[in-house]
């Protein structure tokens, strides 16, 4: 799929001048849209009348650098909706060399209006309308002002006659047909057309064993490495990339001076050092929900797993990538073009194995969250339970309260939680979960002594009754 990418200073890109950070797109082969990016380089320079692409010699108010991104980002994606033969499949694989306006305002537009085209749809199978005013309109009338500026620049020719790409009624109906043959293969009975976001108190996450299980299916070792950070640190899966930044001890540059900026990972005399006292350092601060700082815990054996990832397969894949496609600079995970691995890549990967396990519940990056909040929880509150002598299969929910006050202020700090009674909903989950259990077990002991007279509702006889 084709992206967006903001040039270090060091970066020479096509027209980009050295310094300047200006983002570009490139395409899903790599290569570099030369008047895509001139679009983006001219609209952003402040160079193009939006009503009036012919405009010469057009000096209007540059643009911040968060317009920029939202101008790059609206192209990417359609040119992702171009590169998609799904979306279009009687025309196949289109480009913006063979795209007409068309294309846009009634393809692209009705894919959105109808909801297929939508981050949900690809990841869930979940058809979401967008909002016309606030999303469609303004996507499509970027991608048509980028289409006709290049025409008009000689950069592809065409693209204003609308004619050019059929029936248009045909194509939407083929394109549905399409998007519901793609929802159907996400599997409905495996994942439900509407997947809300998982709340502590819906219910206990898997056991440790299918989440490992889980976890080794996942096809590279940087998609297992991830996964297992989000289980073992208890990370929000969008807080990945940001906080598992790598220090310069680990590229042989000695320690950083000073103390470390926040997302960096400890130095790489923590991740040598076996001492028992080792484990107060396997420890980092972090940007949080709102870029609230919070520190991240880790076990030393956990730090080690990272250290090996990164002097493996990482260099392996940077290694391999080809020199003009950006490469990560200290962020930990790459994918396998040598870029940041990012929240998307992690989430369809874990979509997949999702489907072959055809489970009636889904493992997610938020459960992964979930399921460290729950064993995190539930271990040290039989700690605390053991130095009092209680048994957690026999403590009372006041106990679960009490002894668990410690643990969960804790676990609040780590998972980032603003409120206390946010985190307390783990408690509660845990508490109801083993005291219901108990309960069960005694109602089940009563009813299983009914024993004949269960037979009876059942069409057979109760002990002792007679067959006449």
Not at 158 to 184: H, M, T
Not at 336 to 346: A, E, I, M, T, V
Not at 353 to 379: D, G, P
């Amino acid at each position: 799929m084709a992206t967006v990418f903001v040039p270090d200073r060091q970066c020479h890109k096509g027209i980009r001048r050295h310094g300047d950070l200006t983002p570009y797109i490139m395409d899903d082969d790599g290569n570099y849209l030369e008047g895509v990016n001139a679009f983006i380089w001219d609209r952003v320079k402040g160079r193009i009348n939006p009503s009036d692409i012919s405009a010469v010699r057009v000096k209007l108010k540059k643009l911040s650098s968060k317009t920029a991104m939202s101008i790059a980002q609206r192209l990417c994606d359609a040119t992702n909706f171009l590169e998609s033969e799904a979306a279009h499949p009687k025309l196949g694989k289109l480009s913006w060399e063979t795209a007409s306006s068309t294309t846009f305002t009634e393809l692209y537009s009705d894919a959105m209006e109808r909801g297929y085209w939508s981050l949900s749809f690809w990841e869930r199978g979940r058809v979401t309308p967008l909002n016309m005013p606030n999303t469609i309109k303004p996507r499509v009338d970027e991608a048509t002002l980028c289409g006709a500026w290049q025409e008009h620049k000689g950069y592809i020719s065409g693209f204003s006659d609308g004619s050019r790409d059929g029936d248009i009624s045909a194509l939407i109906l083929d394109a549905v047909n399409s998007y519901e043959a793609i929802r159907i293969g996400l599997g409905p009975s495996s994942l439900p057309d509407r997947v809300p976001r998982q709340n502590p108190t819906d219910g206990l996450p898997p056991p440790i064993e299918e989440i490992v299980e889980f976890i080794s299916m996942l096809p590279t070792p940087t998609l297992r490495a991830a996964a297992f950070a989000l289980f073992e640190t208890g990370m929000r899966g969008e807080e990945l990339a940001q906080n598992l930044r790598v220090p310069p001890s680990w590229f042989g540059r000695g320690n950083a001076r000073g103390e470390p900026k926040p997302g960096f990972l400890p130095e790489l005399d923590v991740v040598w050092d076996d001492s028992p006292a080792n484990l107060k350092n396997c420890k980092w601060r972090a940007y949080g929900k709102g870029n609230k700082v919070r520190f991240i815990r880790i076990t030393p054996d956990g730090l080690k797993v990272f250290w090996k990832y990164f002097t493996t397969y990482r260099t392996k894949v940077l290694s391999k990538t080809k020199s003009q496609k950006p490469k990560a600079t200290d962020e930990l995970f790459v994918n396998r073009d040598g870029g940041p691995l990012s929240y998307h890549n992690l989430a369809s990967a874990m979509r997949s194995v999702n489907l072959k396990l055809k489970r009636s519940y889904r493992i997610t990056q938020h459960i992964l969250r979930h399921a460290h909040a729950c064993t995190y929880l539930e271990e040290g509150l039989v700690a605390d339970l053991e130095v009092a002598g209680i048994d957690i299969a026999n403590a009372t929910y006041e106990q679960f309260m009490k002894y668990g006050e410690g643990v969960l202020l804790s676990l609040k700090v780590d998972l980032g939680h603003e409120f206390l009674e946010t985190t307390h909903r783990y408690l509660q989950l845990l508490a109801h979960g083993k005291i219901a259990l108990r309960y069960q077990i005694a109602f089940n002991k009563k009813i299983d002594a009914l024993g004949g007279i269960r037979q009876a509702f059942t069409g057979g006889q109760k002990d002792g009754a007679s067959t006449h």
